[in-house]
């Protein structure tokens, strides 16, 4: 099985629907982080959290909110969806240690009509 | 400003020959480390290789080495004896500490092309 598990693999929806990306993960760490990758280009951050408590915004979080439910949880939302969100979106998750990489779940190919 | 710097968009390589994929980073850490993906054409992220900031050797794994050169800010990637199955998206990432913690940057990315 996976250790960082994204569902679903694959959306399609339309402009204006509530949208949830979900992630779990069975490595044990303690952050957790959401990207966004757009056709061609490299990752951007929308949020992080360091534990259950902290949520931080990351460079382009604005029509974007999220929710860590547990430490192995981290749910990302898209409130009312609009076409430029179409993207691939990745959930990862680190170590506190600073020769951790990160691991990645495998993505989230959403389309947004 | 751009914290990490992949000045090759593409890159073609012959198989079994070596390549080398530039990236240069920007930090005002003492203490940084620097990562490697690979993403293929399926999409997923797959972790190669790391370097840390006091490292003295250069980090090695299988065919992929890392040509850290820290006065240049420099962590070149290395793949010796390309195969047909290292085509793909590659890129440089950088964890160092801001305010909130350790964090990390990614490039833009570089796909290497393996010509058969």
């Known amino acids: 099985d996976a250790d960082v598990t994204q569902t679903p693999r694959n959306r399609i929806t339309k402009t204006g629907k509530r949208i949830m990306l979900e992630c779990s993960q069975t490595?044990?760490?303690?952050?957790m982080y959401w990207y966004r990758q757009d056709p061609g280009l490299g990752l951007q951050l929308i949020y992080y959290?360091?534990?259950?408590?902290?949520?931080n915004k990351g460079e382009i979080s604005d029509g974007y909110s999220v929710s860590r439910q547990a430490q192995a949880k981290f749910s990302l939302s898209l409130e009312s969806a609009i076409p430029n969100q179409t993207a691939l979106y990745f959930c990862?998750?680190?170590?506190?240690?600073?020769?951790?990489?990160?691991?990645f779940g495998d993505g989230t190919r959403l389309s947004i009509l | 400003a751009q914290k990490i710097t992949q000045t090759q968009p593409g890159m073609f390589v012959q198989e079994k020959e070596a390549v080398t994929l530039d990236c240069t980073y920007d930090?005002?850490?003492?203490?940084?480390?620097l990562f490697w993906y690979k993403q293929p054409s399926s999409g997923e992220m797959i972790f190669l290789i790391y370097?840390?900031?006091?490292?003295?050797q250069n980090a090695t794994e299988g065919r992929y080495s890392l040509n850290f050169q820290k006065a240049r800010k420099s962590a070149n990637l290395v793949i010796s004896a390309s195969q047909l199955g290292d085509s793909a998206m590659y890129f440089c990432?950088?964890?160092?500490?801001?305010?909130?913690?350790?964090?990390?940057?990614f490039g833009p990315g570089t796909r290497l092309s393996v010509l058969p």
């Open positions: 990862a998750t680190s170590a506190g240690y600073s020769n951790q990489p990160q691991h």
């Open positions: 490595k044990g760490h303690d952050r």
């Open positions: 930090t005002s850490d003492q203490s940084y480390g």
């Open positions: 990432a950088m964890r160092e500490v801001d305010n909130y913690g350790q964090n990390f940057v």
């Open positions: 370097q840390g900031s006091y490292d003295e």
């Open positions: 959290s360091f534990d259950v408590k902290d949520i």
